[in-house]
């Protein structure tokens, strides 16, 4: 069961490792973004 779990995460565990650098990359810009409108104010 287990040697089953990790064949899955193998094989997606690119798509997966893109998906968490993509929510990360777009959580750094909106904190980016929310850091300088606090600027302006």
């Avoid at 779990?5 to 909106?30: A, C, G, H, R, Y």
């Amino acid at each position: 069961m287990f040697n089953l779990v990790k064949d899955d995460f193998d094989e997606n565990s690119d798509d997966i490792l893109n998906t968490i650098n993509k929510m990360l990359e777009k959580n750094e810009k909106k904190q980016i973004k929310d850091k300088e409108k606090e600027g302006e104010e």
